[in-house]
């Protein structure tokens, strides 16, 4: 009887590390913009195909939520929520899963300021 028990526990021990790499919602804050970044030679990126510059301490989270380096996603043109700094500097960009994709966001201040935020959906309404 002890042995069963120790392989029940053994396999539920074993099963834990994979429900904690189940992928969790993340909340993207409301005053991130929706765009397409194409990063070059760190802290130059392209940003809507204008040129931009990663600010001082810019943090790149992948679709995981982990901390990418600027210079590991150089030549790669990806779908991002971001903000800016008070300089204009690109601060904070979130690389988006599909789902995030898939779900309507303002892209420019403009839209940000007509648009509507709905908390309990997550999601923007377009007037």
Partial sequence: M????????????????????????????????????????????????QPMRLAPGARIRDPQGMVQLSGAL???????????????????VWILRPEELAQRWPTTPKEAATWTYDPINFTWIKP
């Fill in 74 to 92: 150089a030549g790669q043109k990806l779908k991002v929520n971001y903000t800016v700094d008070p300089y204009g500097l690109l601060f904070n």
């Fill in 2 to 49: 002890p042995r069963c028990l120790s392989m029940v526990l053994a396999a539920a021990a074993l099963a834990v590390p994979a429900l904690a790499c189940a992928q969790v919602t993340r909340t993207l804050p409301v005053n991130s913009l929706r765009g397409e970044v194409t990063f070059g030679q760190p802290p130059e990126v392209l940003l809507n195909g």
